[in-house]
């Protein structure tokens, strides 16, 4: 995770990004990310998740380096992959120094580097685990099409780490693409949560097949739901004194309260613990939630 020096609203990723507001009279929107990030990060540590905390550096001025998932992604083979992004805004975010901090904290070992910046020249980009959902037991990468998410880059991407590519159209209730595939599609060990409707027609039966393969339990959400990021969680490995070794789905207090009791009781069968924390500045201005705000690293077995 990287605690923002300079999180703010962004006119440049706005333009493919509805779920961003601008700011209210006021200000002091910093300041208050500040402490719902730091909020984040007790939750997680309350609940046995090991979080390695990387500041941000204040200049440049990154507005969105709270969501460090789109830059860089970490694997189990040791493979580190940075991603191609569409605003040059965020190409700021792409520093060795919170690499250095994964490898350093966590003792991850470098075995490999993919490095896909290149694209953004030809105004290619694909934007993490933002693009990219991955479903790391069938070795099956979902990716919803859209400006930040091109198809011949998630076709090298799974080339590079072996995985199959599930790219598909969905969009908006005006019909305007989905900027992340993560906002409307959630893989976990034993559930998936995904916004049917919002899949255009002609992919939508070709997805739910593979999701329904799977053997998951599938929850499905609506626009209302995805509106106010219940799609946007992420499953963490945990540890409790009771459970040992367990699993927490992570989400914040909006998707929790969009999500309706019966999708949440489903969803809560399918792993230990459900922990939900505010966000709002951080989901208003900069169009994100949770899951967007951590990047998963993956330990050697």
Known sequence: ??????????????????????????????????????????????????????????????????????????HEDGTVVLYPMQAQSRRRERRQEVVDAVTRRLGVRVTRTVDLTSH??????????????L????????????????AAVVGEWCRALGYEPMAFGAADRAGVPFYHTNVMLCIGERVAVVGTEAIVPAD???????????????????????????????????WDEAL??????????????????????RLSACTDDVLAVPVPTIERLGGGSVRCMLAEVFLPA
């Open 135 to 150: 479903d790391h037991i069938e070795r099956t990468a979902y990716a919803c099409l859209s400006p930040r998410t091109d």
């Open 120 to 133: 953004e020249a030809q105004g290619r980009y694909l934007e993490g685990t933002g693009s990219l959902v």
């Open 244 to 265: 040992g070794d367990c699993r927490v789905i992570v989400m914040s207090e909006a998707a929790r309260h969009a999500l309706s009791p019966e999708a949440f009781a």
């Open 1 to 74: 995770m990287v605690r923002p020096a300079s999180f703010g609203y962004n006119p440049e990723t706005a333009a493919t990004n509805r779920m961003q507001r601008p700011p209210a009279a006021g200000g002091a929107e910093g300041a208050r990310a500040r402490q719902e990030h730091a909020g984040l990060v007790a939750a997680l540590e309350s609940e046995g998740v090991d979080v390695c905390l990387v500041e941000d550096a204040p200049e440049p001025p990154k507005p969105d380096a709270v969501f460090p998932n789109n830059w860089v992604s970490f």
């Open 204 to 238: 939508r039966g070709r997805v739910m097949e593979r999701l329904r393969g799977t053997g998951r339990e599938i929850v499905e959400i609506g626009q209302a739901e995805i509106e106010r990021f219940a799609g946007n969680m992420l499953e963490l490995a945990s």
